[in-house]
């Protein structure tokens, strides 16, 4: 028997590189690429951040006219709760002897026991600075109001409809006044 020898096979794998024919050039690295990046991502970052700033404007923009509105509708309830009232004060005066007095007082018994108005309103928030008032005339007037004054207190400061004043007591901003003398 002969031996054989294992020899290991080499192989030798052989890379070619091509030459890129002489009327090509070969692509080159622009030197200036490297200072558009930071260019680039400075534009981007500008953006975003006017893109976030003008978002928060009209959220800002969004909660004041959302508040104003409210504003202008509590005021109008108020308005539409003085004449509810005065309606209720013309009744009573009418039922009255020789339809000539007001309520000296205004209070469940006199408009809402009668059956004048089912509930006397309130403001719609109803604190120390934002209330109804009615005063008799002449004041003091135990033995028969002949006039009265209904004020109620606005929230909107710009308001000049008809009927709205400088702001009476214990209002701040300005006053919805009805008077019948």
């Known amino acids: 028997m002969q031996e054989t020898s294992a020899n290991p096979v080499q192989v030798h794998i052989a890379t070619q590189t091509q030459e890129t024919p002489s009327n090509q050039q070969s692509p080159q ?4 690429l ?25 959220v ?15 005021d109008g309830q108020r308005k539409a709760d003085i004449t509810r009232i005065q309606g209720a004060l013309e009744q009573y005066k ?7 007095y007001y309520p000296t007082v205004l209070n469940s018994s006199t408009l809402e026991k009668t059956g004048y108005v089912a509930k006397i309103p309130t403001d719609p928030i109803n604190t120390d600075s934002y209330i109804y008032t009615y005063i008799g005339s002449p004041s003091p007037c135990a033995g028969g109001c002949t006039g009265y004054t209904l004020t109620a ?15 009476i007591a214990p209002c701040t901003t300005r006053s919805y006044k009805v008077s019948k003398p």
């Open 34 to 58: 490297p200072t558009d990046k930071p260019k680039s991502s400075l534009k981007k970052v500008l953006i975003i951040m006017i893109a976030v700033l003008v978002f928060i404007g009209l």
């Open 60 to 74: 800002f923009a969004g909660f004041y006219f959302y508040r104003i509105q409210n504003i202008k509708k509590r």
């Open 94 to 100: 009418n039922d009255t002897s020789n339809a000539k």
């Open 153 to 167: 207190c606005l929230e909107n400061k710009n308001d000049k409809a008809e009927n709205t004043t400088d702001p």
């Open 29 to 32: 690295v622009n030197p200036a």
